[in-house]
């Protein structure tokens, strides 16, 4: 584990989520050679197998702004990178960066950070009341509908927007990027010439497009401090294991989760 009290204050911080990304079909299709540019940045070439805290996006991502990031398949009680103050906590290390707040949202305003949110999924659409509670922990929120699930091009239309934002934020200021990729999640069935129906090579095509558009994220991430990145799944879903389909239910392809973080170092211009 990385000392995150080293990190915070001096790296800016890129939070991924690959939204409803299976844990199998991550390593299938980076195994395969279908990843290259995740390839180049994740830690031996490797996804982390790990278990989330929700079995749906809003829940998943109340734990993770909380602090409980998907957990280690092999320990539960492994420290964590953020934490909120908690009396008790087993997961709290010498390393772990403890906030005085609610969320680590605020927790990293409060340590200076601007902090912005890409959503991807309905829970990020501001468009409801239920909407609009995980963007506002953030200075700034952006949604559109092409950022969303049925656009074909939504992870191309949210980086380009993601670029914009990191321009104009002066390199001095501290980044907090959330990106909420919406791409993996159904409908994906467009990914595949001729499809009419989403399927598990559906939603492999769906991986290989979003990883043809994150790298220009990473480079402009780099123009202006280290960086140090979470990738991962919220959770993943069912199509047909054990007749169950979607997610938001208890079956090992829905809790069981891709992760890595691995740290971007700053390139000059």
């Not at 009396?87 to 772990?96: F, L, N, V």
Request: charged share 20%.
């Amino acid at each position: 584990m990385k000392n995150m009290n080293h990190i915070v204050d001096s790296y800016d911080i890129l939070f991924i989520t690959l939204d409803t990304l299976r844990y199998d079909v991550a390593c299938q299709e980076l195994a395969a050679g279908h990843l290259p540019n995740l390839a180049r940045l994740l830690p031996e070439k490797r996804w982390e197998k790990r278990h989330s805290p929700g079995s749906f996006t809003y829940s998943a991502h109340q734990a993770f702004f909380a602090g409980f990031l998907p957990t280690p398949t092999e320990s539960a009680n492994h420290k964590r990178l953020f934490a909120l103050t908690f009396a008790g906590s087993k997961t709290i290390g010498d390393e772990t960066c403890v906030f005085d707040t609610s969320d680590i949202v605020t927790g990293l305003a409060e340590r200076g950070y601007h902090t912005v949110c890409i959503g991807g999924v309905g829970f990020f659409n501001k468009l409801t009341p239920l909407g609009s509670v995980l963007p506002n922990l953030f200075h700034e929120s952006h949604w559109q509908r092409n950022f969303g699930v049925t656009d074909p091009e939504s992870t191309k239309n949210q980086v380009k927007c993601a670029l914009e934002i990191i321009s104009r934020v002066r390199s001095s200021q501290r980044l907090f990027l959330f990106l909420n990729v919406s791409a993996l999640h159904q409908p994906n069935y467009f990914y595949l010439p001729e499809a009419i129906v989403d399927s598990i090579k559906s939603h492999a095509a769906a991986l290989r497009y979003v990883d043809g558009q994150l790298a220009p994220l990473f480079m402009k991430m780099q123009t202006r401090a280290p960086v140090f990145c979470i990738i991962c799944s919220d959770h993943g879903t069912a199509y047909g294991e054990d007749n169950y389909y979607g997610h938001r239910l208890a079956h090992e392809v829905v809790w069981t989760v891709p992760y890595s973080e691995f740290i971007l170092p700053h390139r000059f211009n």
